[in-house]
């Protein structure tokens, strides 16, 4: 006998295909419903996500003062996208500025390094020529030579998202950006720092918050005494390995909430809660915080501390020092940032 065949009667043939289009039809719109609901769940579940999202820079709203500084005796090395021989500007502060005329919003930088030549004595055919350079790596600049017989003045730009690094904590990483162009110096010793593999004695040790002085926004409240409090967080810059000179005055800008900057010629500085224009041109500003890490400082700031009077001014003094790490924080193509020792 052959085998036999089942056949559907030809009648019911139609429903049972109408029914299956509707089924599957009805699963696709429940998939398309709840996917984004299971993916919202699932990056929820998973701190690396959410570490992603934590670290993207916004970069809009950093604190950046307007500078155009260099150093005396250096000449910084690096590819030449201009040539001085064929460029000639009366000052420094032009060179500067031409450097700074090749970086874009929202792109990277052609130039992030300039070289000029002013002493008229010294620099003879050379006198106003203006280098434009790019570093491979403007956290670790190509230094050929720096003495005081050294007839050039060079210096670094850093454009959006460059030249950002984190004074990590055990209260989490608060990421600064550094101000080469107003505080030259000041970074060259930051830029010190980062080579080591530790920052043993650097620390923060007096965390004051606002008080009733100033707003969250840090804007003065009307008649309020300018402290104490006075909103601030204060530490050390000083690791073993490294000999401190005490940094010369540099650029002194308005303190903004924000602001990173020495307490006279450093190792000690703060960084700023508020916007302090009693404070105006008398501290050098050398980084700015990036605004979404001012809530690490804010949950420092209520750490416990005791009361205490220097140089016949009360002050705030956290019960236990925190120690902190210099490290660079690294970009990918996507402007995300991920932290690693240097």
Known sequence: MGKRHIHEPEGTRGPCVSLLLITLLSCTIVFLILSPVFKSSQASDHPANSTSAKTQINIKHVYEPKCCSGIEHQELWGKAVKWGSDFNVKTSEECCKACKSMCTDDGPCLCNSWVFCGDKKRCGDRFGQCWLKKQDDPLSPEVHESSGIVEWTSGLIYGKGVGIIALETEYGAIRIKLLPDCAPQSVAYILELLKLHHC???????????????????????????????????????????????????????????????????????????????WDRKYTVFASVIPEDMSIIEKIVELPTTSAIWSGIKVAVLEKYISLKLKRVVENETQRSSLEET
């Open 200 to 278: 043993a004695g650097c620390r923060f040790y007096r965390a004051e918050k606002r008080g009733n002085s100033w707003d969250i926004n840090g804007d003065r409240i009307f008649q309020s005494p300018p402290g104490p409090p006075y909103a601030l967080l204060q530490g050390a810059l000083e690791a073993q390995g490294i000999d401190f000179e005490e940094i010369p005055k540099e650029t002194c800008p308005s303190i903004k909430k924000g602001a990173v900057a020495w307490i006279d010629g450093g190792p000690d500085f703060f960084i700023s809660l508020a916007n302090h224009d009693e």
